[in-house]
């Protein structure tokens, strides 16, 4: 009998971590959920490197040693469906959907994905300033135009990725889990996704809250003070990240993500106009196709 197996690869930015850190730890009874620091090196060498038959097989090996034989498994890292926060070209999620097959084979592992989408400048915007949040300083025309060239904004042509899932793993083998369905009925959603994962009951859990990123100032603040902070994002930066006894870590995103910040200015940030046209035309025709494919919202027309 195949062991079957529910693999959540993100998107980011659609409730991920939200089930990974209220839902999915709960549900100890019904399915056995391989946390990420568990099989860390496992899911980065997946997310990023170039594998060959003996690299998957340790990686299966390494993954099996945490499984129980009366369980399904469940394994989640929005990291599979791409690192937008890469400094240099990734790894394509299409070959990481490929990888994971070659790593969870047909005839011995029956493999679901589930998948996450939302409105792509939504999503973005909130990359965006999450990377503020972790120390970039380049504006956002600038970081969209490397991720352009590097790939990255690609991940987000959901209809192709969806295509290439129901193509490697099959037509009944995923589950679509629209953000914009899960905001407005968070319980109902879950729901949904554990009778998928054939699971009756949904597991007391801490309500999701929108944690306020930066806004428009907040953003143009960030930007200035980032250039000269040393972070990962910034290596070249002059002034490190200090942590102060009794203090704390005194950065950019302590001073600026706070509610004396916020009470002295905060309006909600968005894309600039003209990048939001041009990203509206890059995924027009790729959301028509999801709408007209799998009946959810037509992200063009937002």
Do not use: C
């Not at 998928?196 to 806004?215: A, C, E, F, H, T």
Request: cysteine-free; glycine content about 4%.
């Amino acid at each position: 009998m195949r062991k079957k197996v529910f693999i959540h690869i993100g998107f980011h930015k659609t409730a991920t971590t939200f089930l990974q850190q209220n839902v999915y730890p709960k549900l100890k009874q019904e399915i056995k959920y391989i946390r990420k620091k568990r099989i860390n090196q496992e899911l980065y060498d997946l997310r990023l490197k170039r594998l060959n038959d003996e690299n998957i097989h340790t990686i299966r090996t390494n993954i099996e040693a945490f499984m129980e034989p009366d369980k399904p498994v469940l394994i989640s890292y929005e990291g599979l469906s791409g690192s937008p926060f890469s400094q240099k070209k990734s790894k394509n999620n299409l070959k990481v959907l490929e990888d994971l097959r070659r790593t969870f084979p047909a005839d011995t592992y029956d493999t679901h994905i589930i998948v996450g989408v939302r409105d792509q400048i939504d999503l973005l915007t909130s990359l965006y300033v999450q990377y503020l949040h972790q120390g970039g300083y380049k504006s956002a025309k600038t970081l969209f135009k490397d991720w352009e060239d590097h790939g990255i904004l690609d991940h987000y042509h959901y209809y192709h990725y969806l295509q290439k899932v129901e193509e490697i793993f099959g037509p009944e083998n995923y589950y679509l889990l629209q953000y914009e369905n899960f905001r407005n009925d968070e319980y109902g959603q879950i729901l949904q996704l554990l009778q998928y994962m054939g699971i009756d009951r949904v597991p007391k859990y801490n309500r999701s809250k929108l944690n306020r990123s930066y806004g428009v100032m907040q953003a143009v603040i960030a930007r200035k003070l980032n250039y000269f902070v040393k972070t990962p994002l910034n290596p070249k930066g002059k002034i490190p990240i200090a942590d102060i006894p009794k203090i704390g870590i005194v950065s950019p995103r302590r001073l600026l993500q706070n509610n004396a910040s916020f009470a002295l200015h905060y309006k909600r940030y968005t894309l600039p106009v003209n990048l939001q046209k041009v990203l509206q035309l890059k995924y027009q025709e790729d959301n028509e196709k999801l709408a007209e494919a799998y009946h959810i919202k037509d992200y063009s027309k937002s």
